[in-house]
């Protein structure tokens, strides 16, 4: 059963929010479903945070093994799970079986309420994320991601990341994605940090509409850079196993975060979908794996491969051992993920 949600007075300003209908037109399409209405409440920095900014009502199995790996290697921390969709559809069942863990919560993310008081105030105002067409919503979520890192601060992670142990007890820290780029999709800060007021108040400014990621990777590793051009290069000086500091910033190394790498031509992230190979096993015996504390699986070049879970790939092995309800579940089904 879904949790009693406290009353709220936000549905009203739902209402109101014109910005729903520029970046989810279809949300209407979903009115005949029965909902489970969201409301805005401010995350904290005790908070683990996921954002879905693609305005969808339910969640897709491997988003819901991301969030329930969060809560599993953190019983004790809240998990935040923030939808751009002001309502979820109250039937979908793995909905229901993440919203049942202890820990996690579903919100609205109010984008009026989020950006309405501080530097990106006239950019959301004015629309100028709609300016990235097909990329909106990646825009909107690089965005939202600085905002509330700087007003609330916390962890993030992104929906595409399998946790694999808890995260560093430390703060202030970001993740490097290769040699070229830093990224924020897995982070952590204390409110108003410098390095997320700078990133605020610069998107702005750097934000094109042309390129994929001139708000999220592109301005942490170049705000980095000019901070501490010693420290953090382009490309970075350093080992792929090092970490790099700027001031109180820590960024962790690439095989931490990231253990297998993003590009298909080097065959590296296809061997998570492989199966016939026993390669699940195989990658969670290595000693570099045991060290990681998430898996990525960088959704826009993944997200048409489906894995049965009964093979023994390492996405597989990953569900298997990080999110055993949704993959208990998902086995009873069809198999699938």
Same mark, same amino acid.
């Not at 950019?123 to 919503?137: E, G, I, V, Y």
């Not at 952590?188 to 001139?214: E, G």
């Given at each position: %059963? ?21 970046? #989810? +037109?279809?949300?209407? $399409? ?21 954002? @879905?900014?693609? #305005? ?7 988003? =819901? ?8 290697? $953190? ?7 923030? %939808? ?9 069942? *793995? ?23 501080? +530097? ?7 629309? %100028?994320?709609?300016? /990235? ?27 595409? =990341?399998?946790?694999?142990? !808890? ?20 982070? /952590?800060?204390?409110?108003? $940090?410098?390095?997320? @007021? ?14 994929? #990621? ?24 350093? !080992? ?11 960024? @962790?190394?690439?095989? *931490?975060?990231? +253990? ?35 898996? $990525?699986?960088?959704?826009? *070049? ?6 049965? *879970? ?17 993959? @208990? ?7 699938? %993920?």
């Amino acid at each position: %059963m879904w949790r009693k949600l406290r009353r709220n007075t936000g549905k009203s300003a739902k209402k109101s929010a014109t910005w729903v209908g520029h970046l #989810c +037109p279809k949300y209407d $399409h979903y009115k005949d479903l029965k909902y489970l209405d969201l409301f805005w409440e401010e995350p904290t920095e005790k908070d683990i945070f996921f954002t @879905q900014t693609s #305005c969808s009502v339910v969640l897709s199995p491997r988003e =819901a093994c991301a969030v329930e790996s969060a809560a599993h290697h $953190h019983p004790r921390r809240p998990i935040a799970v923030l %939808m751009t969709a002001p309502a979820l559809d109250a039937a979908h069942p *793995l909905l229901r079986l993440v919203h049942g863990l202890e820990n996690v919560s579903f919100r609205w993310l109010d984008l009026d309420r989020l950006f309405g008081h501080g +530097p990106l105030e006239a950019w959301h105002r004015d629309r %100028m994320w709609m300016l /990235s067409k097909d990329r909106a919503s990646a825009t909107v979520s690089d965005a939202v991601r600085a905002e509330i890192l700087r007003r609330f601060g916390g962890t993030y992670v992104d929906l595409d =990341a399998i946790t694999l142990r !808890p995260f560093p007890d430390s703060t202030n820290w970001l993740t490097r994605v290769d040699h070229r780029l830093v990224t924020a999709a897995v982070s /952590s800060f204390q409110r108003l $940090h410098p390095l997320l @007021q700078a990133a605020a108040s610069a998107i702005p400014t750097s934000y094109n509409p042309s390129t994929c #990621c001139s708000v999220g990777p592109d301005l942490f590793t170049d705000l980095l850079h000019r901070q501490c051009p010693d420290n953090v290069t382009i490309p970075t000086s350093v !080992p792929s196993d090092a970490t790099e500091y700027c001031g109180d910033v820590t960024v @962790q190394p690439r095989n *931490l975060f990231y +253990p297998i790498h993003y590009g298909y031509e080097r065959d590296e992230l296809e061997s998570v979908f492989r199966e016939g190979e026993g390669l699940g096993a195989a990658f969670f015996s290595r000693e570099e794996t045991r060290g990681a504390f998430s898996l $990525h699986l960088y959704n826009s *070049l993944s997200r048409k491969r489906l894995v049965s *879970l009964r093979g023994d790939s390492v996405l597989k092995e990953a569900a298997r051992r990080n999110c055993p309800r949704v993959y @208990q579940y998902l086995l009873s089904q069809d198999g699938w %993920m």
